[in-house]
């Protein structure tokens, strides 16, 4: 083993766990969209709408968790449910505008913490975090696609 990983590893519980605190007291982030919400709302926006599958899916969450997260947003009105033209039988997920306002807003009081907290690096340095980051979510998302593969041999 790498001797970084060790360091990898308790760098890694501690920026969930700071980023967490950061989120709940950070007056800022007061009344934005908690982060199942707002990963699920980014992806019917960036992507369009989606069925619950896709959705859980794209979260790495089983469906019935999703079908739970769709139920209170759609109680905010932040999505709608609708049926697929092609498949009458199947539910798809939409973006309200309510939706997209609230996802705009949160992005944008995220973007100005991360801003601030940010502010002494350099360009390049948060270049260079946003590939590692972006490098680490893509890793830890094919090992659990690799996880799940040798599961379903045993």
Same mark, same amino acid.
């Given at each position: ?22 989120? =709940? %007291? +950070?007056?800022?982030? $007061?009344?934005?969209?908690? *982060?199942? /919400?707002?990963? &699920?709302?980014? !992806?019917?926006?960036? @992507? ?40 009458? =039988? %199947? +539910?798809?997920?939409? $973006?309200?505008?309510?939706? *997209?306002? /609230?996802?705009? &807003?949160?992005? !944008?009081?995220?973007? @100005? ?42």
């Amino acid at each position: 083993m790498d001797p970084a990983i060790p360091d990898v590893e308790r760098q890694v519980a501690l920026l969930l766990r700071l980023a967490d605190r950061n989120r =709940r %007291r +950070s007056r800022r982030l $007061a009344g934005m969209l908690e *982060r199942s /919400a707002y990963l &699920a709302l980014g !992806r019917l926006v960036d @992507d369009g709408p989606a069925g619950i599958n896709e959705i859980a899916d794209h979260l790495r969450l089983d469906a019935s968790t999703v079908t739970r997260q769709v139920l209170q947003m759609e109680e905010a009105g932040y999505v709608s449910r609708g049926r697929d033209e092609n498949d009458g =039988r %199947r +539910s798809v997920i939409a $973006a309200t505008p309510v939706g *997209r306002t /609230a996802l705009e &807003a949160t992005r !944008r009081a995220r973007a @100005d913490v991360y801003a601030e907290v940010l502010a002494e690096w350099d360009p390049s340095d948060l270049d260079v975090l946003a590939r590692s980051l972006t490098r680490l979510n893509a890793s830890l998302d094919a090992s659990l696609d690799a996880s799940a593969r040798s599961v379903g041999q045993d």
